[in-house]
């Protein structure tokens, strides 16, 4: 049949079609919103945590004020609570261990003064440390309690070397410098972009210490030395089965004449590495220091290098310019390097061979 | 009409609703019913806070604030650094070390509001240390004016003043500066104070870092995107500066920008751990070529040069080269400290070192203690020499005096003559008279002068 011109007029709608299309929408909300906080929460906390420093034109013009720090005011004492002094705790983070967390969370140093570092390589390995991390984090700081100041996650910019889990020895030696090189360049890029202008205390604690006294930061510190390091174990099952402990950070030691001799002899692009049949340096490593205060905590020995497992400096001490080589220096790399450029600035390491801290047994 | 019949029912009003129309109407309401209790729900409801950013497009948050507040997470990844940082709104930290530095502020300033880096991305950092005029003062305000200037492009991002003092006791006029025995150490204290600003500074989002010096007098406005589109690890301009005429009319300034020779790191082994070697002084024979010496004024402004030293006036380093920790050693770093030694320690960890030879920019003249005496003594010169000519025209004048009455003498004597001459209709004689005479009155004039040289 001939329609006349006119206005095509719609057919009416299907009632069908209309409760199709309410359900549907209610489904999309139902989804969006779900992903957003129950399924997969942490794409959110980075969603969230990335929308306000990340600088958008939008933020062009607004306008910020002068900001003054004192650094002659930032003190570091013996007595770090009363002070209320800042401390930094800096962890280069591999894989998440939910022990460290709690160890973490257990540190009776005052939450508020806290500042929480994590450096996490971008691999496979990484996403699934980052996430687990930002759910305990977003517990942590959501609740009104026991909150740290601010918690900073940061991922490397570079490849973590080819992680070659071949066990064999030798393989390992000459991986060494790479995989030190890299982790030296993790921790000074978390170190150097952390560090406020109020940080007093910078506490290196790797992601696999899992046990520490509680007191661990007021203790080091009541120490008042520029570098303070204790002693890192491992707990474990013996053949029986009992419990035990053998030491597991080898990289604190005080030099000897051999292994200097035997740096004299190498290439300025040559390694001298603890723990290695190939490299005899008879090395005095805290590890196995023989006290004669056998039970004294606070007992101190000198060290020319220390271990980053658990690490506590001055602030001063990093401002200064005292990092972690990535490349061989003084023969010596990563924290054993920091150790010696520390030296070199004026600042002696000190180690705690009867204060433990443990790492976590594979 | 052709259709009566169908007509008649079409205009027939109509008893009740159709059943059709009665469901829709129900439908309707039971999903606006829906509807409101869902938003309702989404209220009430704890935790389902993510119902409401999505209608209102994440403009109320309500949960995650304390998140916000305190948890950040940073892709270092996304900050490398490129070559056209300002079209990917990269940040850049300008850091200046400041020590009594009051004179040189506004001219720094000048040079602040003319950066055509987009100032929204630049972050300040200043440190002011053991200062005892009022640099902090005046960089205060002068900072918070250029906050509040009216031109939305003026005011910069995040502005720090870092105060601290290192208790120098090295003296910072030019003298004691630059001389050779208070190098090491000076340059061990600066290269402390350089390390404590930026580690105090530099953040996760940062792409690149600025270090420049306060004095510098003459610099092009588009310096950043000028050596940033080179995109190198670290790279410097050439430095020179203006000089006074009498010395030359210019000079080469920086001399920490240097390729690595032979000889000097020879001489580098034969030195003590803690020495260190600085270049521009005579005790260190390094014959290494300087950036500053290849400078060609017409050459090309974009020409690159390797480097293994640089100079600290005006050095762009892309972040990451701080990140991964190079620094300005404190210490002997191969021999080497503060800036020379940042630039061993960025080769050594495998960045490219680069400088300009032919973009220049124009350190301030500040005259030496030498140039001081110099000018003194030129100015002294000057000023004997003024004398002896308003003296010596006195002298004229004076002798024009006293021989004022011969010389009037002679006028009438020559009218006389030549009134004679004319008579005797004849006109040359006289001029030629009246030359000779004249010729004679300068002769015994410069005559005196001499005497007058002599005997002073």
Known sequence: ?362 | MANPALGASRFQPRASTPATRRRRKLLVRVAIAIAVAALFACFVWPGTGSFISIFSLGLLSSDSDGLLDTVRYYDLSNVQGTARGWEREERILLCVPLRDAEPHLQMMFSHLRNLTYPHHLIDLAFLVSDSKDRTLDVLIERLEDQQADDDPKQPYGEISIIEKDFGQKVNQDVESRHGFAAQASRRKLMAQARNWLLSATLRPYHSWVYWRDVDVETAPFTILEDLMRHNKDIIVPNVWRPLPDWLGGEQPYDLNSWQESETALTLADTLDEDAVIVEGYAEYATWRPHLAYLRDPYGDPDMEMEIDGVGGVSILAKAKVFRSGCHFPAFSFEKHAETEGFGKMAKRMGYSVVGLPHYVIWHLYEPSVDDIKHMEEMEKERVAKEAEEKEKAEKEKKIKEQFGDTNSQWEKDKTEIQNLAKEESKKEAGGDAGKSDSQNTKDSNGAKDEAQKVES
């Open chain 1, 1 to 362: 049949m001939a329609r006349p011109m006119g206005p095509v007029r719609l057919r009416r709608t299907n009632p069908v079609t209309v409760i199709i299309g309410i359900v549907l929408c209610t489904f999309i909300i139902y989804f969006l919103s779900n992903s957003g906080s129950a399924t997969r929460p942490t794409a959110s906390k980075s969603r969230n945590a990335n929308s306000k420093p990340v600088p958008k034109s939008n933020l062009a013009h607004i306008r910020r004020d002068v900001q003054r720090f004192n650094l002659n005011h930032v003190t570091i004492t013996k007595d770090p609570i009363a002070n209320h002094e800042a401390v930094l705790i800096l962890t280069p983070m591999a894989r998440f261990y939910q022990d460290y967390w709690d160890n973490l969370m257990k540190l009776s140093y005052p939450h508020e003064l806290i500042t929480l570092g994590f450096i996490i390589p971008k691999n496979k390995e990484g996403n699934a440390a980052t996430t687990a991390l930002q759910a305990q984090i977003a517990k942590t700081q959501k609740s009104a309690t026991n909150k740290f100041r601010r918690v900073i996650i940061e991922r490397q910019d570079f490849d973590p070397p080819l992680a070659s889990q071949d066990e064999s020895e030798r393989h390992k030696l000459e991986n060494q410098k790479a995989r030190r090189s890299a982790m030296s360049k993790a921790r000074n890029s978390l170190l150097f972009t952390t560090l406020g202008p109020d940080t007093s205390w910078v506490l290196w604690l790797d992601g696999d210490i899992v046990e520490t006294p509680p007191t661990l930061i007021q203790d080091l510190a009541s120490h008042d030395k520029p570098i303070i390091v204790p002693n890192c174990y491992q707990r474990y099952k013996d053949d029986s089965g009992k419990p035990a402990e053998r030491a597991y950070d080898f990289n604190s030691w005080q030099d000897s004449e051999t292994a200097q001799e035997l740096a004299a002899k190498m290439g300025p692009d040559d390694l001298l590495l603890e723990g290695y049949e190939a490299l005899p340096t008879y090395r005095t490593l805290m590890a196995y220091m023989e006290l004669d205060e056998k039970d004294d905590p606070r007992a101190e020995v000198p060290l020319d290098g220390v271990g980053g497992t658990a690490l506590l400096v001055r602030a001063d001490v990093h401002r200064d310019g005292a990092m972690f080589p990535p490349f061989p220096f003084y023969h010596l790399i990563e924290t054993e390097g920091f150790a010696k450029m520390a030296k070199r600035l004026g600042w002696q390491a000190t180690g705690l061979p009867n204060y433990k801290v443990y790492h976590y047994n594979e």
